[in-house]
């Protein structure tokens, strides 16, 4: 069986740190979320993916080239308009001749989630359900006895708690179908109402419902929790060095050429990356990440959070509950504070983030003394000057003085 991933879309909802990637490839226990899906389904047994690119396509074709490094052969395809998920299914048709999965690239899986849909499918098509005590936002799936009798988009009425994954078994038949699909509401065609149709017309479609994981990152503060679940179930290793007089305890790896020094203290669910230096004196605590070739100055203390890759934090820097995006250098004495329930305005639309420090885009200059208030976000580009108060969200290339 081949695998489809449909990884063209930007996130928008993920800004600023969809201005520098897709956010399929946003890190999420220092893996990409992408780099977990393939490796979930290798361990299935799918090694053939077909992944439908779109949005900063390079990156992604430049990371996993053609698959080999993770035992997969993947051949990319370009949806070159962002017209929906049937458009996007619908690009494959030429390279699908038998049953296939279908899946999102911006949600985590497991190996498990996988094989529950590879179990119970059935009639013309499956769909992996789930179910979410809070279902708004999510598509409805409504059935009798594992038959779906509707599949709805984001209905405005609390319908029902089984959730559409968006994970998908089809065959060749549902190119055809695609055809008759009519756009939407959006502006998009969508593989939803495709499925509708189907079930209007008399086709069998069916749900197998799981138990397994899907952590649905919709907006960049959910990759907080999506890191903090993953950190629990990562095996841990140790390639670096950990000077004496540091203390590492719980479930924490440590990258080769990472040297934790002395006065350390390091507390487990906890990844670091290879090429780090970490220290002295420096306090990491549960469900942090941090990417490959950061230094992390003297008596830092960082908790709930994820640093990404080439980036400096000066000394006596308190960072929690945030999310510091690639290549930005932070001067001394940096400042999160952390908020509960922020409203959050996202492309004119006001979201809420439960808790949440601040989110930090690539590339950014931030010099000593700088605070950041809670929800606040730095875009990319940015120069901060030393001794200010962020009390508002930067937009991207500005000089903040």
């Known amino acids: 069986m081949k695998a489809v ?71 990319y395809i370009e949806q070159k308009g962002q017209l929906g998920t049937a458009h996007a299914v619908k690009q494959v ?47 409805i799936v409504t059935s009798s006895n594992k038959r779906v009798s509707k599949i709805e988009e984001k209905p405005k009425e609390n319908i029902s708690h089984m959730v559409n994954t968006g994970i998908y078994i089809f065959n060749p038949d549902i190119f055809n179908e695609i055809d008759f699909t009519t756009v939407s509401e959006t502006g998009e065609y969508a593989i939803t109402d495709t499925i509708q149709k189907m079930i209007d017309s008399g086709k069998i479609i069916n749900m197998v419902h799981s138990k397994s994981t899907w952590v649905d990152a919709v907006h960049s503060w959910d990759l907080l929790r999506a890191n903090a679940y993953l950190l629990q179930r990562h095996e841990p290793m140790n390639k670096g060095t950990v000077e004496d007089g540091a203390v590492v305890r719980g479930n924490v790896s440590i990258g080769a050429n990472t040297i934790i020094r002395s006065g350390s203290y390091i507390i487990g669910p906890a990844i670091i990356g290879k090429n780090c230096g970490i220290g002295p004196n420096t306090v990491i605590l549960p469900s942090t990440t941090i990417g490959d ?33 690639a290549h930005n250098s932070i001067g001394s004495n940096f400042i999160t504070e952390t908020g509960d329930n922020i409203s959050i305005e996202i492309q004119g639309i006001i979201h809420t983030a439960s808790k949440l420090g601040t989110v930090i885009g690539d590339g950014n200059i931030i010099k000593h003394r700088v605070l950041t208030e809670p929800g606040k976000m730095i875009a990319t580009g940015c120069t901060i000057s030393s001794g200010t108060i962020i009390c508002k969200s930067i937009p991207e290339n500005s000089l903040v003085i």
Do not use: W
């Open 5 to 75: 991933i449909l990884a063209a879309g930007e996130g928008l909802r993920c800004q600023p740190l969809t201005f520098t990637r897709s956010k399929v490839m946003l890190p999420v226990a220092n893996k990409p979320i992408l780099e977990h899906i393939i490796n979930a389904l290798a361990s299935c047994g799918i090694n053939e993916i077909i992944m439908v690119v779109g949005y900063k396509k390079e990156r992604i074709m430049d990371y996993f080239l053609d698959g080999i490094d993770l035992g997969v052969h993947i051949t």
């Open 93 to 139: 048709s030429s390279h699908v001749d038998c049953e296939f999965i279908v899946l999102n690239g911006d949600n985590i899986i497991e190996s498990s989630t996988i094989l529950d849909i590879l179990k119970g499918r059935s009639g013309d098509v499956t769909i992996l359900t789930v179910t979410r005590e809070y279902a708004e936002g999510y598509g």
């Open 293 to 325: 070739n950061c230094t992390i100055e003297p008596s830092v203390q960082i908790k709930n959070s994820i640093i990404m890759r080439d980036v400096r934090i000066g000394s006596f820097s308190y960072i929690s509950n945030s999310i510091i995006g």
